[in-house]
């Protein structure tokens, strides 16, 4: 796994434990939300075993990204 990688990693895993909206978190955390959905969105296609509850998930995930996506505080939630 490539250093980047790891650290993006790391930071969806601290985007999901502060319980903010993706878009509040990378505003807190001087993160692009352009790069967040990017990475959230590799990391989503990476899991080649995706259970249908997963697959809902990511439905409902990219349904919300999509439809907020000209909304500057989209609420995407992890």
């Known amino acids: 796994m490539s250093d980047k990688h790891l650290e993006w990693e790391t930071r969806?895993?601290?985007?999901?434990?502060s319980g903010l909206s993706m878009a509040a978190w990378c505003?807190?955390?001087n993160i692009n939300i352009h790069q967040m959905y990017y990475w959230k969105r590799k990391f989503d296609q990476q899991t080649d075993n995706t259970s249908s509850t997963d697959w809902c998930k990511?439905?409902?995930y990219f349904g919300t990204l999509f439809s907020n996506y000209f909304q500057?505080?989209?609420?995407i939630m992890c």
């Open 72 to 75: 500057r505080d989209s609420e």
């Open 12 to 17: 969806m895993d601290q985007w999901c434990e």
């Open 58 to 60: 990511s439905a409902h």
């Open 27 to 29: 505003r807190k955390e």
